[in-house]
T-cell receptor, first 112, second 113 residues
Framework: QKEVEQNSGPLSVPEGAIASLNCTYS??????FFWYRQYSGKSPELIMS????GDKEDGRFTAQLNKASQYVSLLIRDSQPSDSATYLC????????????FGTGTSLTVIP | SAVISQKPSRDICQRGTSLTIQCQVD?????MFWYRQQPGQSLTLIAT?????????ESGFVIDKFPISRPNLTFSTLTVSNMSPEDSSIYLC??????????FGSGTRLTVV
């Protein structure tokens, strides 16, 4: 079992719709959870971090965390073509704290 | 978060040679991290570099193949030694507070022929 699992997609949504990206993780001790956006040929860029159960909103982005279910998601409202990218879920190692596990990413395409 | 300048951005190298990748951070950081991202794959941590001590390598990565230097709190290098086509990948340096976010350099796209 991989430490972080994501649906690789591709996920296609029309412009203006809500894109929902999901991630599950295996380390019950993980305390820090992140979503990164990676455009083709570019390095990952942090867009959201979440550390406690519930929702965290930042502009058009909402991260949701459920530690009991070991599940973290990212919602992108009013999706724009510029949101087309690969989204990586990252989770910290619950034992060492400092090591991160990254998922393989979900490819999102927003269709104008 | 810090800004990381990484170079070279890309290179094509002959097998059996070595390439050194440099990362310069615009502020002093305690820990720097080196990752590899193979085509279609996620990021794999190669090693953690602390200033003044030897790097800590993850399982599957060894110092002879990926020597790392960390001469001060703003700079680190990763060398990919005795390269083979299997080393073709994107290499990324990173920094961030313990257990918190990671900020990445712009990446080095390495092709070994």
């Amino acid at each position: 079992q991989k430490e972080v699992e994501q649906n690789s997609g591709p996920l296609s949504v029309p412009e203006g719709a809500i894109a929902s990206l999901n991630c599950t993780y295996s380390d019950r001790g993980s305390q820090s959870f992140f979503w990164y956006r990676q455009y083709s040929g570019k390095s990952p860029e942090l867009i959201m971090s979440i550390y406690s159960n519930g929702d965290k909103e930042d502009g058009r982005f909402t991260a949701q965390l459920n530690k009991a279910s070991q599940y973290v998601s990212l919602l992108i409202r009013d999706s724009q073509p510029s949101d087309s990218a690969t989204y990586l879920c990252a989770v910290n190692n619950g034992r060492t704290g400092n090591q991160f596990y990254f998922g393989t990413g979900t490819s999102l395409t927003v269709i104008p | 978060s810090a800004v990381i300048s990484q170079k070279p951005s890309r290179d094509i190298c002959q097998r059996g040679t070595s390439l050194t990748i440099q990362c310069q951070v615009d502020s002093q950081v305690t820990m720097m991290f080196w990752y590899r991202q193979q085509p279609g794959q996620s990021l794999t941590l190669i090693a953690t570099a602390n200033q003044g001590s030897e790097a800590t390598y993850e399982s599957g990565f060894v110092i002879d193949k990926f020597p790392i230097s960390r001469p001060n709190l703003t700079f680190s290098t990763l060398t990919v030694s005795n390269m083979s086509p299997e080393d073709s990948s994107i290499y990324l340096c990173s920094e961030g507070p313990p257990g918190r976010y990671r900020t990445f350099g712009s990446g080095t796209r390495l092709t070994v022929v």
